[in-house]
């Protein structure tokens, strides 16, 4: 795509996720990176932004509305930020992609509802845990009709960076809504682990559905095609483990950082990231 029809974005954040992000979208051929934006200019974010060549601004939303306009806004800051972003970007024309845990805009997974996407100009990607266990509990629920799921999500302490384990409460209620939203599941439960452990373990996400009705030849078909979707934009997530039993299926995937500047245990950030800018491309794809 030629440098003037590339979709013109910023990044609101520069944690670890909001840097990373950073990184992927200047290597899109379908996206511009026109500003990283933070709060803090002596930030490690924003001055590791500005050292790989990317423009920076200490002046938070209100720069990046001053510097539009974008047609994509993505905020990796925190949920207890992100109301304010969505008022201050409203009037703009910006779609704005929301990588914190809030529960506003429209819960975009992309392995399971990325047809979504185009219709909304808020987009909220639930959380990581979300984005790895959805769509697996998604096509579970083309099947049978769960009556329980409980989702353990565990990742490496150095995987998360301070926003995202000051948002952990939000973090459990929006995925714990999600997953309910996406499968029609009443009774969920989630719950989060981040492990010291050296050397780092990956992150992972093990699943339990109950169930009456299951098959396991189609439950194990349906497991497959959902993740090879994932696959697509994540290659990093693989099917671990699949147990299916009379009333029971257990699964767990892992997802691994391929490429780019994240540690291999940072699947977390990894797999967020991929389907924040996977969305990104095909705003700019289909405008």
Known sequence: MAAEQRRRVAV????LIGIELADRIARSPQLELALVAGRDQDSLGLLRAAEMGYPTTAGGVHAVVDAGPFDVVFDATNADSHAEHWAALRPTRAKLIDLTPTGLGTAIVPGATSHRAAAHRHLNLVSCGGQASIPVLHAIAQHCTPTYIEVVSTGASASAGRATRLNLDQYIATTSTAIRTFTGTRDVKVMVNLS????????RVAMTVLADGIRPAPV???IEAAAQAVRAYAPGFTVTSLAVEPGRISVVVEVTACGGRLPRHAGSVDIINAAAVLLAEQTAISR
């Open 12 to 15: 609101l954040g520069a944690g």
């Open 220 to 222: 194990r078909t349906r």
């Open 196 to 203: 010291p452990a050296r050397p780092a373990p990956p992150f």
